[in-house]
């Protein structure tokens, strides 16, 4: 089993910053694609951003030139940095990584933006 823990979501005002982290363990392939996905309450889980092991990315348009996605395979952690954040980003973050024709989710992160 794949365990994925998130940690930083909280409280911001629109234009404020946070950083996401997301620390995988157990049987983890250091080799798989991560990622992080958001759902907004009555919507569905949507794509942010995804990062290969060799730090190839991909973001959804919505967060272009404000999230930026990295990782340190060293330490089997995923990052997400959000600047400019905007109400529309309030979510529940979650870290993913498929392996072995499973999706792995971590537990979720709230985040929260007022205007």
């Known amino acids: 089993q794949v365990q994925l823990v998130e940690f930083g979501g909280g409280l911001v005002q629109a234009g404020g910053s946070l950083r996401l982290s997301c620390a995988a363990s157990?049987?983890?392939?250091?080799?798989?694609?991560m990622g992080w996905y958001r759902q907004a309450p009555g919507n569905q889980r949507d794509l942010v951003a995804t990062i290969t092991y060799g730090g190839s990315t991909k973001y959804a348009d919505s967060v272009k030139g404000r999230f930026t996605i990295s990782r340190d395979n060293a330490k089997n952690t995923v990052y997400l940095q959000m600047l400019s954040l905007k109400p529309e980003d309030t979510a529940v973050y979650y870290c993913?990584?498929?392996?072995?024709?499973?999706?792995?989710w971590g537990q979720g992160t709230q985040v929260t933006v007022s205007s």
């Open positions: 993913n990584t498929k392996q072995s024709n499973n999706d792995y």
């Open positions: 157990g049987r983890f392939f250091s080799m798989n694609v």
